[in-house]
């Protein structure tokens, strides 16, 4: 199982527009996806400007559809002028679960 984890930083102010940017993601994710396994999206309890996203895919195949879906360029052309430095992207090997 492949997984993705990132950390998305918006300036201030543009918390909602990263919160309904990741929804858009997540419905087409739901909609178009199968293989996508999981898209879970968080906001930082201590700063309302960081989302953290955790994506599971069934294997890099899926993976990459997904990364290279217009779903996904639709995010980054909206969020890509309001972050706050770099996303930062850990993809993985999933070593463990708890269902």
Known sequence: MQTISAIIRVRPG????LAHALAEVARHVE????DTLGFFVSRSDSDPCVMTTYERFRD???????????ACARFFEIVKPILDGEVVLVTATELSARA
């Open 14 to 17: 543009y918390e909602d527009t």
């Open 60 to 70: 890099r195949d899926a993976m990459d559809r997904h990364n290279n879906s217009a």
């Open 31 to 34: 909609a178009n996806e199968p």
